[in-house]
């Protein structure tokens, strides 16, 4: 199965900017939901951006529009979360997630538990 793993998280002071890099290994296939997801203790995990790799539909959370862009590359096995004008409360462990097989089609995309595979995380922290 694909094989997730994230990179680029660190420290950075308020107003600053982190680009999270989520690199795909063996990935067969295309069409598929990612998403990135935050957890920061004692809060749940929350989704805040998903991407469908076949039809290019992007969802965000409210928290983060016009503030974060989720992109990925060419090849279609990295994906990205620029994460700009960066706030406090975006502290949190990020984590990449993929769907595959594909959930059923009432899934929230936005909903952890609609993901069966997922990265170490990568911390965010911002002062």
């Known amino acids: 199965h694909v094989q997730l793993v994230e990179s680029g998280g660190g420290s950075v002071e308020a107003g600053g900017s982190l680009k999270l890099t989520c690199t795909a290994s063996r990935v067969t296939y295309s069409g598929y939901w990612m998403g990135w997801f935050r957890q920061a203790p004692g809060k749940v995990r929350e989704g805040v951006a998903s991407?469908?790799?076949?039809?290019?539909?992007?969802v965000y959370a409210d928290s983060v529009k016009g503030r974060f862009t989720v992109s990925r590359d060419n090849a279609k096995n990295t994906l990205y979360l620029q994460m700009n004008s960066l706030k406090p409360d975006d502290t949190a462990m990020y984590y990449c997630?993929?769907?595959?097989?594909?959930?059923?089609?009432?899934?929230?995309?936005?909903?952890?538990?609609?993901?069966?595979?997922w990265g170490q995380g990568t911390q965010v922290t911002v002062s």
């Open positions: 991407l469908h790799t076949g039809g290019g539909s992007i």
């Open positions: 997630a993929a769907a595959w097989p594909a959930p059923p089609y009432w899934a929230n995309v936005m909903a952890a538990g609609t993901y069966n595979h």
